[in-house]
């Protein structure tokens, strides 16, 4: 399965339309994670026409998007994958302990919100923060995550620049 993952596309002020580089990744995804700060659900809409879509509420979003279907956390199952989602982790020291305490059966945890991009696993679990694709602050690129998932395990993942 290939799973493309978003965060903090931050929409209408910096996400206008999908930009062309991350149209490029989800013309063959199977699944897209989106953790949180869409701000508006007119993303998820557009992001749902390439492929199924499961996202988290952040910080910026309001109930329109939480209508759409964003809870304020959420596990699934993808293909045999435990992954959570959130979208704000919490600060930097002990992140990943504190996610392997919050989703003690995750073996992946995506979150948001600090738009700086890491993909780390310690404390017993993988931590994956895919960035910004419009919003890069102090980052050299904007940046998605891309996720390669069959029978159960994580068989590759990256963090690939898009802007």
Known sequence: MRVV????????RRWKACPP???????DADLILHAGDVCVPSVLDELAVYAPVQVVLGNNDGPDV????????LELDIDGLRVAMIHDSGHKDGRAAR???????????VFGHSHIPMDVTEAGVRIFNPG??????????GTIGLLTVAEGQLVEAAIVPVA
Do not use: K, N
């Open 5 to 12: 993952v978003l965060s903090d596309t931050h929409a209408p």
């Open 21 to 27: 580089r991350v149209a490029e990744h989800l013309r």
């Open 66 to 73: 939480a209508a759409w279907g964003a809870p304020e956390a």
């Open 99 to 109: 996610m392997q305490r919050r989703f003690p059966r995750a073996d992946l945890v």
């Open 132 to 141: 910004s694709p419009t919003d890069r602050r102090r980052q050299p690129h």
